[in-house]
């Protein structure tokens, strides 16, 4: 690539590409110049963005010692990068009113999932204006996921379906609901959420008959739920699905090995009784969608049983 054969070339951007059409990041109609400037060892590569919040103090981004020129553009130029700077600008976002501006940002961390990024980290330089104090600000991107909570009716007795993952980060094997990442920036949740449960559980659901439970919550919140804001930005849309099944189908699934084992997904389906299942597993994911399916059933906000 003429990147690595040419460390002081620079590449004109068109920052029109990079502006996000709903809420724009950087300026419109304005073009800078892609210019990683390299150190003697080869190993420094810096980048400056120019925030419309904050013109008289551009943004430089490096990256850390072993992140590569290419791996450096791919994680400027994600919709993971893009859609952080993009909360950080909005109406409650960190920049919002001026008390707080950012300084630097240090890339990490880039591992690729096929030809996109999956995971980003990144640390961020956030100053206070009225202390002078940083803010903590060490980012795991990893961006939008589904999960889905499924009630299956069976004689009167009603089911939830787990899934038990090997989780490697909390080196533990986990009882969880069905879920995944998006896979790409269309912003498809429930078909991703319908997918994720096909590939995890074997079980088909029909899209016209799951209700997104994060939608419930007040718009102030961006109805979504974020499991750990304090080092991660995933935020997780939960679904519910209703439906009626024979005991012979609760028997087929429970046990069941499934997923996507050239991913390394080995899942094993367990069915566990509605009523125990808030004291089975200890994910996230799981107590939300209780919580939120209890409190829009209380108030009477679930679509009446078809």
Not at 148 to 160: K, R
Not at 237 to 264: A, W
Request: hydrophobic share 40%; proline share 5%; charged share 25%.
């Amino acid at each position: 690539m003429a990147l690595l054969r040419h460390p002081s070339r620079c590449w004109l951007r068109d920052w029109r590409k990079y502006a996000l059409s709903s809420s724009p990041i950087l300026l419109q109609n304005h073009r800078r110049t892609f210019c990683p400037k390299m150190s003697s060892d080869s190993s420094s590569l810096t980048y400056s963005i120019t925030l419309p919040n904050q013109l008289a103090d551009p943004v430089t981004v490096d990256a850390a010692p072993g992140i590569s020129a290419s791996e450096f553009r791919k994680a400027i130029d994600s919709s993971l990068f893009k859609q952080w700077l993009k909360n950080m600008q909005s109406e409650a976002g960190v920049l919002s009113n001026g008390a707080m501006s950012l300084e630097r940002v240090l890339i990490q961390g880039v591992d690729m999932f096929g030809n996109r990024i999956g995971f980003l980290k990144f640390k961020a330089d956030i100053l206070d204006k009225e202390t002078g104090k940083k803010v903590p600000g060490i980012v795991f991107a990893r961006g939008p996921a589904v999960a889905v909570l499924i009630l299956l009716d069976s004689e009167g007795e009603i089911y939830t379906v787990l899934t038990e993952q090997v989780r490697v980060p909390v080196g533990k094997r986990i009882l969880e609901l069905p879920a995944g990442m998006l896979e790409n920036d269309r912003g498809d949740f429930i078909g991703t959420a319908a997918r994720e449960v096909e590939e995890e559980t074997g079980i088909h659901l029909n899209l016209q008959d799951m209700v997104d439970l994060t939608a419930f919550l007040d718009p102030s919140t961006g109805c979504r739920l974020f499991p750990s804001p304090g080092g991660c930005d995933e935020e997780i849309s939960l679904f519910l699905y209703k439906g009626s099944v024979s005991k012979e189908t609760i028997t087929q699934l429970q046990g069941k090995k499934t997923g996507l084992r050239e991913r390394g997904e080995l899942i094993k389906v367990h069915v566990v009784p509605y009523e125990k299942l808030w004291r089975v597993t200890a994910d996230a994911k799981t107590l939300s969608a209780i919580a939120l399916y209890e409190m829009a059933k209380k108030e009477g906000l679930l679509p009446p049983a078809g």
